[in-house]
């Protein structure tokens, strides 16, 4: 079963890279949901069943040179992909050009930055030379390229050292699979690996947008389930909100399984942090001297998911990212009535109802099966199946926001091999 796991991992990360679309716009999207479900169903399998004895693995290499070898390979993949981003980082993104190659995410962050050094109200409407744009990030997407700023430095190391950082955590917890010389190998450079596979298939991605960030955020949440850390959970749930909201549906369940499980002081660790890191670092600096920040924020991301969808169907018949072969977009606009806007509204709809019941369903399994599932294996396998839906039903798909539920996908690959009983504290740990 670790094996077939392990398959739809890397079909996953396929059907977002060098796969995608392949079978279309509509099976396409519906294959790739299905993987993303199926690797969040088979690590459950494989957490609750991880008492089973593992005939032990033939000792092919001595254990120095193991280590030897896991750390050359390691180096090795991180030498390929520093090379491979400053080889590709040739255009220099500033914040007076606006849409730079057709992205405003860096010159929104240097705008932000800017203004924040300067003492200024950083969430005031920006003007680029072409459009005006209301910012619509979070704090923790772009208070972290402070340093970056004062150093006058590239602000796209901040999201590879980010994932580097990531990549190296899950390298040094994960070295004994105990499961054979292959996935001693290959296991614990996962990261790497699918990292290694992303950037030659869409420069672009890495040239104009620091996604990193967001998905060493989304890996620190998984991790923290996997490794049962109270505090880790906390203060990776409360970074995670305060960066994008993508997981507001999802932390309810969390505080509520959380309590079904009988850990009533866990419920308040992760409540309070939350609460503080949002009172500290958005609502006393920012949201207090203006209370509409978040709104207009909000209302220009309407505005320009509409407008995107409309120079999508006029420009490319949908192919660049309505049609693309990641989300279910290619749907909406066959199935939905009405025009763009329309059409656009009842789909953001639809997005928050479906993880809404996502959550919902989850919640019932749980209390129902209370005794069937530890909790740490389950909130972990929740997250990927409440991120597969959320990403799926996305109001536009970009490709490089796939990334964050993909990097996701590896902690569930390192919880699947790591060896070891499924104890209600000592879950994953190999």
């Known amino acids: 079963m670790r094996q077939l796991l392990f ?69 090795a993949l991180s030498y390929h992909i520093f090379a491979s981003l400053k080889h590709i980082w040739w255009y220099e993104i500033t914040y007076h050009e606006g849409r730079n190659g057709g992205s405003d995410v860096i010159p929104q962050i240097t ?7 300067r003492g200024e109200q950083p969430y005031y409407a920006i003007q680029f030379a072409e459009y005006t744009l209301y910012p619509t990030y979070l704090p923790l997407q772009w208070l972290p390229y402070i340093p970056l700023e004062l150093a006058h430095k590239d602000y796209r190391w901040v999201p590879t050292f980010a994932m580097w950082g990531a990549g190296l955590w899950f390298f040094l917890r994960n070295r004994k699979t105990g499961a054979g010389l292959l996935w001693d190998l290959l296991v614990p450079i996962w990261p790497l690996v699918l990292w290694a596979v992303f950037i030659p298939h869409d420069n672009r991605m890495f040239l104009f947008s620091v996604e990193g960030l967001i998905a060493a955020y989304y890996f620190f949440v998984a991790e923290s389930l996997r ?17 994008r909201y993508s997981i507001v549906f999802w932390v309810p369940l969390c505080l509520l399984l959380h309590f079904v499980a009988g850990k009533r002081r866990d419920v308040l660790i992760i409540a309070i942090t939350a609460i503080v890191f949002f009172v500290m670092l958005y609502w006393l600096p ?19 998911a509409r407008d995107e969808w409309l120079r999508d169907m006029a420009t490319h018949q949908g192919q660049v990212y309505l049609n693309n072969g990641l989300g279910f977009t290619s749907f909406a606009i066959r199935l939905l009535p009405g025009d763009v806007g329309h059409a656009l509204l009842l789909y953001k709809n639809v997005h928050i109802a479906m993880c809404i019941l996502t959550v919902l369903v989850l919640a019932l399994v749980y209390m129902r099966r209370t005794h069937s599932y530890p909790l740490y294996p389950y909130l972990l396998f929740s997250f990927k199946v ?19 539920p993909v990097v996701v996908s590896v902690a569930l690959l390192g919880g699947a091999f790591g060896s070891g009983r499924v104890k209600e504290k000592q879950t994953f740990i190999a």
Not at 48 to 75: D, M, S, Y
């Open 227 to 243: 490794w049962q850390r109270v505090w880790a959970i906390a203060l990776s749930v409360a970074v995670c909100l305060l960066s």
């Open 386 to 404: 409440y991120l597969a839906v959320f990403y799926a039903f996305i109001q536009i798909p970009y490709k490089y926001l796939f990334f964050v």
């Open 111 to 117: 705008a932000l930055v800017q203004r924040f050094l």
């Open 7 to 75: 398959l739809f991992c890397v079909l996953e990360v396929l059907f977002v890279t060098w796969l995608i679309g392949t079978l279309g716009p509509y099976a396409s999207p519906l294959v790739l949901f299905g993987l993303s479900i199926g690797i969040a169903i088979l690590f459950l399998k494989i957490a609750t069943n991880a008492g089973e004895v593992r005939p032990a693995p033939k000792v092919l290499l001595p254990p120095r040179v193991l280590v030897i070898v896991q750390w050359v390979l390691f180096f």
């Open 286 to 304: 920012f949201l207090r001297r203006d209370a509409s920040i978040f709104i207009n924020g909000y209302t220009y991301h309407t505005n320009a």
